[in-house]
């Protein structure tokens, strides 16, 4: 005779599989009665499991050659409008303008400054309702004006080894692109006046970064002082989930 626990596992197997509870007390002899609560056990923790789920996600600034890139994880209940506080972080922007995620059709972001109703607001749709399968994309666009296009591609739904309810970056080559600077074409052209800076023509796109934003170095990527940052995020507090 079976053993509950060995019973137990193999219903939970059978389920997992795709099988119905009838069918399950029919091949292994047992009455419908002692399968179905196994299997709602089974699936209460299966979605358990999945809103504690930390992504793993690789977002590029498009346009850049060679490209400007980072790998970060999150928890995937996290809002779209922590999402960008997120992004900010891990690229390294100022957080000085306007942004929007684009999920095919849909326009995400915040809602307060467009008369468009057709734009959803950021902080009441979470990662995993729009990017809930591997290899999901989706466009996050920052400064209409300079309109920086990053494409955000979800390479892991589940990260066993990651820390619940946490931001973390794991990876990433060069430095963002400084605020305002014109965008690609502006950033290109400022990557050209500091490989010449005896260029009388780029002269002033020097002074300028000089003058506002300091000593600048593209090449520079400092993980360690972006995980300082997004551990003062706090993101996960009680008030900032949407249950």
């Known amino acids: 005779m079976t053993a509950p626990a060995d019973l137990e596992q193999e219903i939970r197997a059978r389920h997992a599989a795709g099988a119905s509870p009838k069918a399950i007390a029919r091949a292994l002899g047992v009455r419908p009665a002692a399968v179905i609560p196994i299997v709602r056990r089974a699936a209460g923790e299966r979605e358990a499991a999945k809103s504690q789920a930390v992504y793993e996600l690789k977002v590029t600034l498009e346009g850049t050659d060679p490209p400007i890139w980072r790998r970060f994880r999150v928890p995937c209940q996290l809002t779209l409008a922590d999402l960008h506080l997120v992004l900010q972080a891990v690229m390294g922007w100022e957080n000085d303008h306007l942004y929007e995620f684009e999920v095919g059709k849909r326009r995400i972001g915040e809602p307060s400054w467009d008369s468009d109703n057709r734009r959803e607001d950021a902080g009441r749709i979470q990662l995993r309702d729009v990017a809930a399968r591997q290899g999901a994309r989706l466009t996050y666009v920052y400064d209409f004006g300079d ?87 706090k993101l996960l507090r009680p008030n900032r989930l949407i249950r």
């Open 147 to 233: 309109d920086w296009q990053h494409e955000l591609i979800v390479e892991k739904t589940a990260c066993p080894d990651a820390e619940p309810g946490k931001a973390v970056c794991i990876a990433g080559e060069r430095a963002c692109p400084p605020e305002d600077c014109g965008g690609i074409w502006g950033y290109a052209e400022l990557l050209d006046a500091l490989d010449d800076p005896a260029n009388s023509e780029l002269e002033e796109r020097v002074e300028w970064l000089e003058e506002v934003h300091g000593p600048y170095d593209p090449e520079h990527f400092e993980l360690d002082a972006i995980n300082v940052w997004l551990d003062h995020l």
